[in-house]
């Protein structure tokens, strides 16, 4: 893949779903699949599956399909998931705890390394073996835990604050669950994951076909 070529949001939402189903194939002992087959499953034109795929080079046998394990491992090292990436999540409410309890994470390739909040009745505590800090802290404790991606559940007034810490502990990375649209140094990636814009939309589908 050349730096210039321009990859589609489309495109790169699309890979993790990819991926979790090979994952799937692969347990089922499959050893080949073909992008109907993928399409089937997944609701997506094997078209666009090819399209998608050839983006980033060649993979496959035109006519014969993909080999599940090889094509499963490049999505993984296109994803970057090799790289262990090593999460804090700032904010141990309901969904803070929810996401540390999620075990998933650690089967793409991601290590929950730290928990923070400012509630002294749980700091020092721990879910799931990993121990929650003391957010006034996090800039040492980020460096040395060797942090690289934030993850923001705390109330919405809080968030920019929470992001302009992370970014002075050069954080790269921030998955935010708040509604806030952060200001963050050009370094520091952002994914927002509002909640409210899935539950809203089903909502409007449920609506038109009542």
Same mark, same amino acid.
């Given at each position: 893949?050349?730096?210039?070529?321009?990859?589609?949001?489309?495109?790169?939402?699309?890979?993790?779903?990819?991926?979790?189903?090979?994952?799937?194939?692969?347990?089922?002992?499959?050893?080949?699949?073909?992008?109907?087959?993928?399409?089937?499953?997944?609701?997506?034109?094997?078209?666009?599956?090819?399209?998608?795929?050839?983006?980033?080079?060649?993979?496959? !046998?035109?006519? $014969? @399909? /993909?080999? #599940?394990?090889? %094509?499963?491992?490049?999505?993984? =090292?296109?994803? &970057?998931?090799?790289? *262990?990436?090593?999460?804090?999540?700032?904010?141990?409410?309901?969904?803070?705890?929810?996401?540390?309890?999620?075990?998933? !994470?650690?089967? $793409? @390739? /991601?290590? #929950?390394?730290? %928990?923070?909040?400012?509630?002294? =009745?749980?700091? &020092?505590?721990?879910? *799931?073996?990993?121990?929650?800090?003391?957010?006034?802290?996090?800039?040492?404790?980020?460096?040395?835990?060797?942090?690289? !991606?934030?993850?923001?559940?705390?109330?919405?007034?809080?968030?920019?604050?929470?992001?302009?810490?992370?970014?002075?502990?050069?954080?790269?990375?921030?998955?935010?669950?708040?509604?806030?649209?952060?200001?963050?140094?050009?370094?520091?990636?952002?994914?927002?994951?509002?909640?409210?814009?899935?539950?809203?939309?089903?909502?409007?589908?449920?609506?038109?076909?009542?």
């Amino acid at each position: 893949m050349t730096e210039d070529k321009k990859i589609s949001k489309a495109t790169i939402r699309r890979l993790p779903l990819y991926y979790r189903e090979l994952q799937k194939i692969e347990s089922a002992g499959l050893l080949e699949v073909s992008s109907i087959y993928l399409s089937e499953k997944l609701g997506i034109k094997p078209e666009q599956i090819r399209k998608d795929l050839i983006t980033f080079g060649s993979f496959g !046998i035109k006519g $014969l @399909g /993909f080999e #599940v394990s090889e %094509l499963k491992n490049k999505i993984a =090292n296109i994803l &970057g998931l090799q790289n *262990n990436f090593r999460l804090a999540i700032i904010g141990v409410g309901n969904l803070g705890a929810a996401l540390a309890n999620y075990e998933k !994470i650690s089967e $793409l @390739g /991601f290590v #929950v390394a730290a %928990l923070f909040d400012i509630d002294k =009745n749980k700091i &020092g505590k721990e879910i *799931n073996g990993v121990r929650i800090y003391d957010f006034a802290k996090f800039i040492p404790i980020s460096r040395r835990k060797l942090i690289d !991606i934030g993850v923001i559940a705390v109330p919405n007034s809080e968030a920019q604050k929470v992001a302009d810490i992370l970014a002075e502990a050069e954080v790269r990375g921030i998955w935010n669950f708040t509604t806030e649209k952060l200001n963050v140094p050009y370094f520091v990636t952002v994914v927002n994951e509002d909640l409210s814009i899935g539950l809203n939309t089903l909502s409007f589908y449920m609506n038109q076909n009542s």
